[in-house]
């Protein structure tokens, strides 16, 4: 099986930083495009960032010029590295990624998330 797992996350002040990561494992054969999301409790799933496997990024409007998504292609992984975090920024945060493994069958994956909590 195809998995993924998030990891970075924890508490952190207002203004602070983190960066997480999400390691794809399993039979794979390559990966498409790459995200991550957030959910806050009583609040929408929200699109945080995308990377497509040519490096084409999109930013949700709140975290652009704050966050920063990457990609290693040579460890199946993907970052996003969080800048100047504010209290509204805390959620579960989840990566997703478009795999296609050795068997030539293509599926969307999802970690189970790792939360985050910034601090004022």
């Known amino acids: 099986q195809v998995q993924l797992v998030e990891s970075g996350g924890g508490l952190v002040q207002a203004g602070g930083s983190l960066r997480l990561s999400c390691a794809a494992s399993?039979?794979?054969?390559?990966?498409?495009?790459m995200g991550w999301y957030r959910q806050a409790p009583g609040k929408r799933r929200d699109l945080v960032a995308t990377i497509t496997s040519g490096g084409s990024t999109d930013y949700l409007d709140s975290v652009k010029g704050r966050f920063t998504i990457t990609r290693d292609n040579t460890k199946n992984t993907v970052y996003l590295q969080m800048n100047s975090l504010k209290p509204e920024d805390t959620a579960v945060y989840s990566c997703?990624?478009?795999?296609?493994?050795?068997?030539?069958?293509?599926?969307?994956?999802w970690g189970k998330g790792t939360l985050v909590t910034v601090s004022s």
């Open positions: 997703n990624a478009e795999v296609t493994d050795r068997y030539g069958l293509t599926m969307f994956r």
């Open positions: 399993g039979s794979i054969l390559s990966i498409n495009a």
